[in-house]
């Protein structure tokens, strides 16, 4: 039989892997979350420069009309 101690300390290293690996998720997320909104920001700069309308609006012929 394995001791307590042991299977603790195992569990406990498994733990501390699992959060470890879930900050590391958090923080891509947050990280493309950022690099995503960023995206879309430019986006609806260059769009309302060049007159054709935001995103999220469908443009027909030279005007725009906000999507469904």
């Not at 733990?15 to 609806?44: T, V, W």
């Not at 054709?52 to 999507?67: S, T």
């Amino acid at each position: 039989m394995i001791p307590y101690e042991q299977v603790k300390a195992m569990a406990d290293q498994r733990m501390q892997r699992y959060e470890a690996e879930a900050a590391r998720h958090r923080s891509i997320d947050r990280e493309e979350s950022n690099l995503l909104e960023r995206l879309i920001s430019k986006g609806r700069q260059g769009l309302d420069r060049s007159g054709l309308g935001r995103i999220g609006d469908i443009v027909i012929g030279r005007e725009a009309r906000p999507a469904i």
